[in-house]
């Protein structure tokens, strides 16, 4: 956790814990019990709010109750690795992986894999939140230093891009894990998707523009090392990122209990093949 928060005044931390249960009283329903219990013991999640809002109690109390409902309304504390399709990981389009060079853990986007399926796009919107909830439980653990979220865009086209994702992504990070996000690096991007650069920066805050690289593989090793970079970006680094949890259940099973259409299915798996025929 940087330590900029270690700053924060104890007594802006009570204030915020106060007000904020105060809401809750009065709306307890709108709210996930197991981030209360966070908010009543866990000093870091206020001084994180407080923080990103500048010390503004007001700004920072919006914030997390925005937050806290949303966490409820998308049921994040109910998602495992259980809730997706084994595909999702295998197919090494969305993954964690190694650091950046500040410490900060690299969520990777593979923007070639991806084809908007309109029946399966609130499923990948969770399962991205899955990851970045997953990096940070590390991060509150002191176990990275943040996420640097990467967009590889080797290969991409127009049809790979879909705009309402990358604006929930970035919304995500910006809007309900105030402190996470440290740096965003786009590498590769054709001369025709160029406006997406200019997307991504405008969604950021004017102060957190800064954060937002754009690379090719001349000058990415300034922000990722080789070590920690996958193969496909010109990386050495052999941890496996298609690895696929035990228990996971296959797209078929899921397209079944959620009700997606047969065809819809067949457009997901017909998508992914080129990627899955490595497992």
Known sequence: MPSESEEINDSLVCELRGRFLCQYSTNHEQYDETDISNIRNNDLIHRRFLEFKDS????????????????????????????????????????????DVGGAQTIVFRVKANKKISEWTEL??????????????????NENKGVCIVFDCNGAGITNVDIDLLSFIVATLRDYYPMLLQSVVINDLPWILQYVFKLVQSWLPKEHQ??????????????????????????????????????????????????????????????????????
């Open 124 to 141: 990948l919107k969770k399962f991205i939140v899955f990851l970045i909830e997953r990096e940070n439980n590390r991060f509150e653990k």
């Open 56 to 99: 503004n109690v007001e700004e920072a109390l919006k914030m997390m109750v925005t937050a806290m409902k949303w966490r409820k309304q998308i049921g994040v504390n109910q998602m495992s690795e259980n809730s997706f399709p084994r595909e999702y990981f295998q197919m090494g389009g969305i993954f964690s992986y190694g650091q």
């Open 210 to 279: 800064k954060m937002l690289h754009l690379v090719s593989k001349k000058d990415i090793n300034e922000y990722i090392s080789e070590s920690e970079l996958p193969d496909f970006m010109g990386g050495t680094n052999q941890m496996q990122y298609k690895s696929c949890p035990k228990n996971a259940p296959s797209a078929q099973e899921l397209a079944d209990q959620l009700g997606i259409k047969q065809k819809d299915l067949d457009r997901l798996l017909n998508h992914l093949e080129p990627y899955l025929k490595d497992n």
